[in-house]
């Protein structure tokens, strides 16, 4: 069984800054792509910023120059700097990892998900 846990998320004000880690836990032998998405209210889920194993990193044109996405492969955790925040970043913001169980296969797992709100 594979858990992913998201901490982090809270109310902060306009140019605040948060951070979010996903560790991801369980029968892993392998983690491929992890990434943060997030949705707000009335919306579809969106990609916020996506790494690969290697450390490459793909972002939003929403969130650039502003979010930072780093993962240590070590601990199996996935983190998401934000900075400059702003009203249209509130969202519940969802940790998502591409991994393989040692069963062998691989799958998409989804954590529960976090409410970020930014608001004076």
């Known amino acids: 069984q594979v858990q992913l846990v998201e901490s982090g998320g809270g109310l902060v004000q306009p140019g605040g800054s948060l951070r979010l880690s996903c560790a991801a836990s369980?029968?892993?032998?392998?983690?491929?792509?992890m990434g943060w998405y997030r949705q707000a209210p009335g919306k579809q889920r969106e990609l916020v910023a996506l790494i690969t194993s290697g450390g490459s990193t793909n972002y939003a044109n929403s969130v650039k120059g502003r979010f930072i996405l780093s993962r240590d492969n070590a601990k199996n955790t996935l983190y998401l700097q934000m900075t400059n925040l702003k009203p249209e970043d509130t969202a519940v913001y969802y940790c998502?990892?591409?991994?393989?169980?040692?069963?062998?296969?691989?799958?998409?797992?989804w954590g529960q998900g976090t409410q970020v709100t930014v608001s004076s």
């Open positions: 369980g029968s892993i032998f392998s983690i491929y792509d």
């Open positions: 998502n990892a591409h991994l393989r169980g040692w069963d062998g296969r691989r799958g998409d797992y």
